[in-house]
Each structure stands twice: as structure tokens, then as C-alpha cells.
């Protein structure tokens, strides 16, 4: 065409990147990759290779090595041997390395772009704009957690070994989320990228090796799914930090259970994206492209489930389609290119296969008229509407450019459709009143909460979610706290191994008494506790309780799953304890001190039968202590806000967890059930705890504390019976977001191996026997942040 | 129109064929008539909602995702060329300078870029020349048989704050003086104060007074200060009978922006949409590069279409930017990097 002709038609011509120069970076490497282990290029054990190639045309770009189990070894062993010298660096030492790869990723910032456009098929502009500078900020921050690392944790070590699996989306980027605060916080790292997207990983251990990074402190495996599984499951690794699907996390969780790694997770998501009428809808569209059309949809937090106000759902609608009659699909490394290539047949066929299942549910399928690239994994931008929440492609993550859109009408609709998902990763709210989008925010249940924007992400603000989309953060100070334990948690003695056996027998075999007979405590009736009320066990049975020397104390009420579905139904029906004010909580736990006070000796004395006089006057003065201690941290556990780069605040704030389930530790009967229980109620979760085998019948002293101090039904529900068998029926409600089993390995195993369920989030005592007479390490922030998640409100400002 | 009949294309020796001047106003589909006064609807002017991060966002990301190489650029840099409102507006302008200015409109380019470029044909000119009242005459008779519009900036243009049976007085003069296209400027205080009732009358009494010459309504966005206002202030105007909406005088502290100027598109979508009816518009004031002028050009292609790529609905108000596309015209066809003195001034 000539440019005259060019003129008449003014359409964009090609604006292909030159990818010359790296080119030449994977002809110097002979097209050809072997693994990073132990500072080398080593070869893999299987002698094997496989390919990876561009999506965009299918041609094949590189092999690299297929790493086995032996690979897996030597990558483990390598990480170990560099695990002393490593963490014996300062904190400034590492943060120099930190530094360096900061620099280097900015200093061959082009090539890496490039190299990722090539291997996963997002647009230049993307990789270009927001991954690789994203990286390099990464790593900038984490430098800086590096040098404050003992100032700011002055407390916590490195875990030590750190296994790290990371999804093709966002390769690179991806990476730096895992590699930057592991090595920040002193951990040494084996990480597996990809299959489909390899380069951009090994590209960066080169740029390791040329800042001298220590041999072995960076380990990259390339191996298929099943080696990367031989990789986590490895004793040698301390913690697992994974991004990718809800079903791969689920596999993850319970592969881990019988250990006490670490776990982090950073799973799928169906995020809202709420336009109300208020909006700034033009904004807002373009909002809908930075969410659903930004990298193809391929994002755990893409905003694919638009709900918009209904008075204002037609005229988004069509601003929308004509917006995405806009989009350019192509080539990626053209620059004036919106969507690139989805990364590989496997997953265009799984898009085409859920947009088909949409329609054949009765979905409205639109998508523009530009003709796509006939060849190369492409697929149009789409949105369907005409959907409803029982629909597949509502419930289930696509990992597309697919947008699903269904409409609402108040903003208490609007939060209940928001909410209406297993996922609970991010979401999006446009309104220009700042009482209705923040309002939203506070009620959706995400991790990140975009108010007038969208997938903005900083390293200083933690991401993460809640829910089936997975725990822990990435990012920010919380980030840091995923790569860290306490110094003092690993120097506990270990955790008794078996719980006391109860003698009572199974419900089928019916009842037949064992033991001494009644003695003259047995009048003294102990209850559950369920919704604010005595309740009698579900089973009709009791079983005795003796004191230390073999003397029947009493009787406690044998629970059964049926007292603990009541339970948490009563949990969760009390949620609005979590809407109370902090300073409200303050005054119930305090007036909870008060009468502990006034029934100190009466408590002290019955306490005492079990666990020996001296112990128990210590017990409920500490116990004293530990309620004035919640009560004082009740309004003291704030968030932070963070200042990312552009004209914007992040408000990181910690939320309840929701309804937690506790099994109480046998040490300490009151102390310990009440240092699990109080920071739970502090930070405004609901409990149902399960209280020790062995003196089940304080339960019976602190309801009645509880109902005379002003404590809302429902917030605390106690159940005594078998832990173990309650803890199975507990990990495995769907209504309990997390567990904390402070009691054996092998209750903490079936615990964990059970939370697979809604991927509740799993605390325990990691094997160790925690002392609850010790302050310091039985009360404070270590148990304040498992009783919170954080979530980031991002909200830009301006006029 | 100061395009001429277009002919095509690499060599003189091809057929000239003769190409429609204009391409239709049309958006997603829908012909769209020219603009006329239409009633005031207070609810489209308070119903503006913008929120200025976002649009920040937009304009920022759209720059980003948009550009154009090559044999493209130099076409898209021939089309900002044909587009341009060529302007001296200057306490010290002079007929000479105006005259030379009007030499520039009538040949952009140097010859042998128009002849490197396989250009001929096209006949390219600027989109219009624009100057104070009292070189309207000068104008028009330097720009004699060029086909090429005058453009007056008028109604007491920067500030508009003389008396408005003055300012309308002299948009008739200027009409008269044989101006085909009157820049005024609006009274910024009726935005402050959201007397958009007074604002409305001012416009249409301009447009009135205007006849049959274009009218261009000159916000002063950087005096209007938000976005908010930029958007009410745009309605207002449309409403009025505005043909095109314009940015700025070029003498406010802030000129055009891209993110005020996707505000003023997004309404004239919207307004178009809601009518049936096109308004054009014009930056103005601080775009001096052509990449620049390509940035722009992306953004009225993307949010509008390729009809406000035609000077009938688009217009840059500029007087350096020439210079900078002429040197980049020249380095497609050299490549070697030109020289400011290289090329005749205007």
C-alpha cells in the first residue's frame, strides 16, 4: 500500500519489536537449556529434553531440560549445602544481591520482555510495560527488606529450604513474587517454572550468575508436573509457596499434610468486577479491558464476573462492545497490539470448551468482528451475557478473555452476587461515591479490593486470597511473614504424641461406664456451649473425667459432628460480631477479665483437682493477664497504608478470617484453650472450639464466664468430646474458614490432609509443645496474624 | 475543505482517480447529521460523571498501546499535516507573518519530500490558517484559490471577558472580513458557578452571530481546572450548536492534554450517540512533536473512528508542530535525523 493509500485508509500498520536480540541470547545458548543447579548449567538426569514454544505461530523456540527425581536431589541437596552461608550474611550482605538483581533485570529489561512475549504469547506492551518493570521493583522493594530484616523482624529466622512452583501466565514476574522475598528473608530456593514457559526463569539465573549470587542459593528445575510434585513433597524442603489452579493447590495441601511445611498458595479466582449507576461508565469499560483483556484473561484475579446496576447494564453493554470492537488481537510483539496468543492449544481448547458449555446453558455469546491471525492460539475477546450465578462459566475460573456480565440492583445484592463464588481473590468496584464503593469493599470477600481501577498490583501491598483462592500474601510485610517462623518456635520441646484416650465408647456400641464410680462431683451438670446456650451433647452420652490421680471429677458431654454442625452453624450466624467496633470487643473481653476475677478462686480451686494446685492459681492469674491482654489488643492491631508508586493509597487492613475451628492444646486446660480462643474473638472471629481431653470440664466454667460477660451467642461455642474425631468433622465444614490444631502430629496430619475442602486456612502447633506460661510466646502478633487476613483496598484519588 | 480531490498513488503516471472529499460521519454505524442547536438538558450536564484517575490511566496506557512505523507514520504525519489549523496568535504577529504563514499552509512540505514521498497527488495542505481579526483580510487573500479556510479566534479570545455585544460583534467582522471558521472562547465563570443556562445563551448567540462560518468553542480547559467541568462545559457547548469543541487558547498555564482531550471525545461519543448528530474537535496549545500528533490521531481513530480523522471533524491547533513532522518526514526518507533550519519557517 502506498503511503498515499495510507493516508485515505489511516489503519494501523505492523510495529513489530525487533526480537534480534534475543535471538542471539538463545543462539549463544544453542536453542538448547540445561537446569540451574548449584550455581552451574547442569544437565539433566534423564538425558532429556522438551520444547517450548511460541503460542503466537507454534514454531518451537528452545528445549530445555526435563529434570527428574534426581534432579530434584541435587537441586534440594544444592540449596541446603547453601543454606548456612547464606543466612549467615547480614541482612545488608543479601540485600547487595537483592540490589544487583534489581539492576540487572532493569539493565536487560528489553530482552527479557521479549524472551517472555515469545514464550507465553502476551502482548509486548504488556511484558514490556508492567511485567519486567513489575519485577524489577520486586526486587528493589525486597532489597529493602533485606537490609531491615533485623530491625523489622527482629524475632523470626529464614524457614530455610523454600520449593517454589510457578504458573505461565506471568513468568517472570511470577518468579520475582517468589524468589525476591525468599531470598530476602535468607531462605535458599528451588524453584520450578512452567512447562509451557521456561525462558524467562533462565534467563534470570544467568543474570544471577553474572551479579555472583552464592552457588546453590538459586536453584531453577525444569521438569514436567509430576517432578514438580517429587520437588514439594521433598523432606528436605521447610516451605512451599505455589501459584496456579484451586485443584493443583488442593493436591499441594494434601500432599503436605504429614509435614509441617510452610504453606503458601496463590490459587484461581472468579473476581467481581461491580459497576454501580453512579459510575464513571466509559472508565469503567476501560476498566473491564485492564481486567479481562489484559493478558488474554489469563490472570488469577482477572475481573471476569461483571456485575453491573441494572438501570445502567444496556448502555454498558453497548459502550462495551464498542470498545471491544477496538481491540487489537495479534502478533505480540506487534507494539500497537491489545491481546497476544493464549499460551498453548491445550488451553485455547479449554476456553472454546467452556464458552461453547456457556451457550449451550443459554448464555449470550458476543464477540467483535475483527478477524483474528489464522494461525497461532488466538481467541477473540467475548463477553457473555443472559448468564445467571448456577451457570458454569459464572461459577468457574475460565482463564480466558472471557467475560461473563449479569446485573443487580441494590448494593446488598450486588455484595450477596459478589460473594456468591467458592474463590475469593480480588475484585473491582466502580461508583463515583466513595460511602457506596467503600462500603462494598469492606463487605466483599477478597484479598484485594480495587476501588476505581483494576489488577493494579506493587510490591509493597500484599496479594492474596481468601477463601478456595488460596492463603498466605505476596508482597509487602506479609509477604516477608510467608518466608519467616519465629526464632523461638523451633527451639520448643515436641508436642506429646498421642491425645488421652476417652473412655467412652463409640456411639453404635452404646454406652457402658468404665472407671470409678460417681464421686461427689459428678452433680455438677457440664453442657455444651452452642449459640449462647447450654446445649446436651447431640450422642446423649458423657464421659468421665479424672483428676491426676485416677479420682472421677466428672462428667463432660461426648460431642458428636452433629453438636459440631450446630456449632458452626451458631459461629456463623454470630458473623456479625465482626462488625462490632474493635473498641466495642475491647470492653466484652475486659468485662470478661472482670468476672474471671471475681470467680479467680472458685475457678482456681476446681482447676487444681486436674492439673495440681500450683499450676492452677498460675493458670487462671495468667489466664487473667491473657484476657486484659486481648482486650488491650483488640483495638491495637491495625493495618498500614501503603503509597505505591502513582497517585493512590493502598489501605492494607486486617479482617477476620471468619468462623475459626480450635482444638485446644492438653497442656494448659483454661490457659491454652483461652490464648487460642481469645485472639480469635479479639479480632472479631467466631470460634468453635474443642476444648482438651483432659479437663474437658472447664468448658463448664467459662460459658459461664462468657454469658455473664456480655459475650453475643454464638461468637464462642465450646464442644467437648473426642478432638480428634471433632477436629475431622471441623476441617472438613465448609462453614469453618480455619482450623488451629495445637495438639498431636498425627491430629495436625488428618487436620490438614482435610482442609482440602474449601482450602481452609490450617494452623498448628507445627509439632512442638507450645508454652502457654511463657508470654512471649503465647500471646501477640504470632497469633493476632492468624486470626486475621489482610486485605488491600486500593483507592486512587484525584480531581 | 482544504483537502483537495485525492488521486492515487506511487507514481504520476497511475490514472488519477478522484476520491470523495469527506468521509461520512459515522459512529458504530449510524450516519450522523452536523451538528445543531438543540434544547438544553440540564440532566446530561449534571449527569457528567468522570472519574480522573481512570482517565489519567486511559490516556496514559492508550499512548502506550498505540503507535505506528514506517510508511504508516509518514502517512498518519500527512494526515496530522492535513488536519492542522496552522496558527500565529501573537502579540507581535504581523501581515508579513501572516502572509508567510500562508505560504506554509499552501506547501507543508518541501517539494522534494512531497516527491520522495509519492505524494503529488494528494495536493496537501493544511487543514485551515488561523489568526487574530485584524489578519483575517491578510488571510484570505494570501490563501486566495488554495481552498484552504481562515480562522479567526474571536469573542474576545483568550479570556473572553469583554461585553458580550462586543464579542459577538466581532465574530460578525471577522465574518464578514471572509473568516469561514470562528474560534471563540467561552465565559469560564459560568462553569464555576454551574450557570449553564447563561453559558448555553452565550454559545448559541455566537453560533447565531457565526452564520454560516464553522464555530469552535474554545473551553479553556486549563483554566476550568477538573475534568468534571471540562465534561459539563463540553454538553453545555454541543448543545449549543457548537461544531467543533476545542481545548484550549494556548495561552492557559496547561494546554491540551491527552487525558482532558479523551474526556471532550468521550462526550462527543456520548452526545452523538444520544442526537444523531457529529461534533468535531480540536486540541489546542502545547502540541508541538509529531509524535504527539500520531498519539492524538490514535486516540480520535480508537474512541471515534476513522470519520474524526477528517478535517471536517478533527483539527490540531498548532503552529510548531509542522517543523517537527516536516524533520520526521524527512528522516523516513533519508534517514538521517533534519535540522530545524533545514526547513522553510512558517
Excluded at chain 1, 548449584?38 to 534423564?46: E, M, N
Excluded at chain 1, 457473555?384 to 480466558?400: K, M, N, R, S, Y
Aim: proline share 5%; charged share 20%.
Amino acid at each position: 500500500m502506498s503511503i498515499a493509500e495510507k493516508f485515505l485508509s489511516m489503519e494501523y500498520g505492523a510495529a513489530p519489536e525487533d526480537p534480534k536480540e534475543a535471538v542471539q541470547w538463545l543462539e549463544r545458548h544453542q536453542r538448547r537449556f540445561e537446569e540451574f543447579i548449584g550455581g552451574a548449567w547442569v544437565r539433566p538426569a534423564s538425558g532429556e529434553y522438551m520444547t517450548t514454544s511460541d503460542p503466537s505461530t507454534g514454531e518451537t523456540i528452545a528445549e530445555v531440560a526435563k529434570g527428574n527425581t534426581d534432579d530434584v536431589e541435587a537441586a534440594v541437596a544444592a540449596a541446603r549445602k547453601a543454606l548456612p552461608a547464606w543466612q549467615a550474611l547480614s541482612g545488608h550482605e543479601r540485600a547487595r544481591y537483592l540490589y544487583a538483581l534489581a539492576r540487572q533485570v532493569q539493565k536487560h529489561s528489553r530482552r527479557l520482555a521479549v524472551l517472555e512475549t515469545m514464550d507465553n504469547g502476551k502482548p509486548i506492551r504488556e511484558s514490556r510495560d508492567i511485567d519486567i518493570p513489575l519485577v524489577a521493583r520486586h526486587f528493589y522493594h525486597h532489597a529493602g527488606w533485606a537490609q531491615l530484616l533485623e530491625q523489622e523482624f527482629p524475632n523470626y529466622t529464614a524457614c530455610g529450604v523454600v520449593g517454589q512452583v510457578i504458573p505461565w501466565n506471568f513468568p517472570l514476574l511470577m518468579f520475582a513474587w517468589k524468589v525476591a522475598p525468599a531470598l530476602a528473608a535468607g531462605n535458599t530456593v528451588v524453584i520450578k517454572p512452567a512447562k509451557y514457559t521456561p525462558l524467562t526463569a533462565l534467563a534470570f539465573a544467568e543474570l544471577a550468575m553474572e551479579v555472583g549470587l552464592p552457588p546453590g542459593v538459586l536453584n531453577v528445575l525444569t521438569c514436567d508436573a509430576k517432578t514438580g510434585q517429587a520437588l514439594i513433597e521433598h523432606p528436605g524442603i521447610d516451605k512451599v509457596a505455589f501459584t496456579g489452579s484451586t485443584e493443583v493447590g488442593r493436591i499441594i495441601r494434601k500432599a503436605t499434610a504429614n509435614s509441617t511445611k510452610k504453606l503458601s498458595l496463590e490459587l484461581g479466582g472468579k473476581s467481581p468486577f461491580v459497576v454501580f449507576d453512579d459510575a464513571d461508565l466509559d472508565s469503567a469499560v476501560e476498566g473491564l479491558v485492564d481486567a479481562i483483556w489484559f493478558n488474554q484473561g489469563e490472570v488469577c484475579c482477572a475481573g471476569s464476573r461483571l456485575l453491573v446496576q441494572e438501570r445502567v447494564a444496556e448502555t454498558l453493554y453497548s459502550k462495551l462492545r464498542a470498545r471491544m470492537e477496538t481491540l487489537r488481537v495479534g502478533a505480540p510483539l506487534d507494539k500497537a497490539v491489545d491481546i497476544g496468543a493464549v499460551v498453548s492449544p491445550v488451553q485455547l481448547d479449554t476456553i472454546r470448551k467452556m464458552v461453547d458449555a456457556g451457550v449451550a446453558e443459554g448464555a449470550k455469546c458476543w464477540q467483535p468482528s475483527n478477524p483474528l491471525p489464522e494461525k497461532g492460539c488466538f481467541y477473540p475477546p467475548t463477553l457473555l451475557t443472559d448468564v445467571h450465578p448456577a451457570a458454569t462459566v459464572v461459577q468457574e475460573e475460565i482463564f480466558g478473555p472471557v467475560l461473563v456480565a449479569m446485573t443487580f440492583r441494590t448494593p446488598a445484592e450486588a455484595a450477596e452476587l459478589a460473594n456468591n463464588t467458592v474463590y475469593g481473590l480480588a475484585a473491582s468496584i466502580w461508583s463515583e461515591n466513595i460511602n457506596v464503593a467503600l462500603d462494598l469493599a469492606s463487605k466483599v470477600k477478597a484479598g484485594v479490593v480495587w476501588v476505581n481501577c483494576t489488577n493494579q498490583f506493587d510490591a509493597a501491598c500484599g496479594f492474596g486470597g481468601y477463601r478456595e483462592s488460596g492463603y498466605g500474601r505476596e508482597g509487602g510485610r506479609e509477604g516477608m511473614l510467608e518466608y519467616l517462623t519465629p526464632k523461638w518456635l523451633h527451639a520448643l520441646p515436641a508436642a506429646a504424641a498421642n491425645a488421652a484416650k476417652i473412655e467412652a465408647p463409640d456411639e453404635e456400641e452404646g454406652f457402658t461406664r468404665a472407671g470409678s464410680p460417681p464421686g461427689s462431683n459428678i452433680d455438677r451438670t457440664v453442657k455444651q456451649y452452642i449459640g449462647g446456650k447450654q446445649a446436651r451433647p447431640d450422642s446423649g452420652y458423657s464421659f468421665p473425667v479424672h483428676g491426676r490421680g485416677g479420682e472421677l471429677l466428672g462428667e463432660a458431654p461426648l460431642g458428636n459432628r452433629k453438636d459440631i454442625r450446630n456449632a458452626v452453624e451458631a459461629a456463623r450466624n454470630a458473623a456479625g460480631w465482626a462488625q462490632t467496633t474493635a473498641h466495642y470487643r475491647a470492653q466484652v473481653i475486659y468485662f470478661l477479665a472482670e468476672n474471671t476475677i471475681q470467680r479467680r478462686d472458685e475457678i482456681a480451686h476446681r482447676l487444681a483437682r486436674a492439673a495440681g494446685d500450683k499450676q492452677a492459681t498460675v493458670e487462671v492469674d495468667l489466664s487473667i493477664e491473657r484476657i486484659f491482654s486481648y482486650a488491650a489488643w483488640a483495638d491495637k492491631y491495625e493495618g498500614v497504608v501503603h503509597h505505591p508508586p502513582g497517585r493512590n493509597i493502598t489501605i492494607a487492613m486486617p479482617e477476620p478470617v471468619g468462623a475459626i475451628g480450635i482444638l485446644a492444646p492438653s497442656g494448659a486446660p483454661l490457659l491454652g484453650l483461652l490464648s487460642l480462643v481469645l485472639p480469635a474473638m479479639a479480632m472479631g472471629n467466631t470460634v468453635v472450639a474443642v476444648p482438651s481431653e483432659k479437663y474437658p470440664l472447664i468448658i463448664g466454667d467459662l460459658y459461664q464466664l462468657l454469658d455473664t460477660s456480655d459475650v453475643p451467642g454464638g461468637v464462642v461455642n465450646l464442644v467437648a468430646g473426642r478432638p480428634a474425631e471433632l477436629a475431622k468433622t471441623l476441617a472438613e465444614h465448609d462453614g469453618i474458614e480455619a482450623i488451629w490444631c495445637f495438639r498431636s502430629n498425627e491430629e495436625a496430619t488428618m487436620v490438614r490432609a482435610a482442609s482440602i475442602g474449601n482450602m481452609k486456612q490450617v494452623w498448628t502447633n507445627d509439632g512442638h509443645e507450645y508454652d502457654w506460661f511463657n508470654p512471649s510466646q503465647a500471646e501477640g502478633r504470632w497469633f493476632l496474624q492468624h486470626a486475621t487476613q489482610v486485605k488491600n483496598i486500593w483507592a486512587p484519588y484525584g480531581e | 475543505m482544504a483537502l483537495q480531490p485525492i488521486t492515487s498513488t506511487n507514481n504520476a503516471v497511475h490514472a488519477v482517480q478522484h476520491i470523495p472529499m469527506a468521509i461520512p460521519a459515522v459512529l458504530n454505524g449510524r450516519t450522523l447529521e452536523a451538528n445543531r442547536s438543540i434544547p438544553l438538558n440540564l440532566d446530561w450536564v449534571e449527569g457528567v460523571r468522570v472519574n480522573t484517575s481512570a482517565v489519567e490511566r486511559r490516556a496514559a496506557t492508550h499512548v502506550a498501546r498505540r503507535t505506528v512505523k514506517k510508511e504508516t507514520q509518514a502517512a498518519w504525519l500527512l494526515r496530522a499535516i492535513a488536519c492542522m489549523d496552522l496558527t500565529t496568535l501573537s502579540g507581535d504577529d504581523s501581515a508579513d507573518r501572516v502572509r508567510r504563514l500562508c505560504a506554509k499552509a499552501r506547501n507543508p512540505l518541501q517539494r522534494h519530500i512531497v516527491k520522495g514521498l509519492g505524494i503529488e497527488d494528494l495536493r496537501l495542505t493544511v487543514g485551515a490558517v488561523c489568526v487574530y481579526h485584524a489578519f483575517v483580510e491578510t488571510a484570505v487573500k494570501a490563501l486566495e484559490g488554495s481552498g484552504i479556510p481562515v480562522a479567526a479566534v474571536s469573542a474576545g479570545f483568550p479570556a473572553g471577558l469583554s461585553p458580550l455585544a462586543e464579542r459577538v460583534e466581532e465574530i460578525h467582522r471577522s465574518v464578514e472580513a471572509g473568516a469561514e471558521e470562528i474560534d471563540i472562547v467561552i465565559t469560564r465563570a459560568h462553569v464555576f458557578s454551574g450557570e449553564w443556562q447563561a453559558l448555553y445563551d452565550e454559545v448559541a448567540a455566537f453560533k447565531q452571530a457565526a452564520g454560516p462560518a464553522h464555530l469552535k468553542v474554545i473551553l479553556g480547559t486549563g483554566d476550568l481546572m477538573t475534568l468534571r467541568n471540562v465534561a459539563r462545559a463540553s454538553w453545555v457547548a454541543m448543545m449549543a450548536g457548537a461544531d467543533f469543541i476545542k481545548t484550549s487558547t494556548g495561552k492557559e498555564a496547561v494546554n491540551a492534554t491527552l487525558p482532558v482531550s479523551l474526556i471532550m471525545v468521550r462526550c462527543i461519543r456520548d452526545y452523538a450517540e444520544r442526537t444523531g448528530m457529529a461534533v468535531g474537535f480540536k486540541p489546542a496549545g502545547g502540541i508541538r512533536t509529531a509524535k504527539q500528533a500520531l498519539d492524538w490521531l490514535a486516540l480520535m481513530k480508537d474512541e471515534l473512528g476513522r470519520p474524526w480523522l477528517e478535517p471536517s471533524l478533527f483539527r490540531f491547533g498548532a503552529s510548531g508542530m509542522l517543523g517537527d513532522i516536516e524533520r520526521q518526514l524527512e528522516h523516513h526518507l533519508t534517514g538521517r535525523y533534519s535540522a530545524t533550519y533545514r526547513h522553510p519557517i512558517a
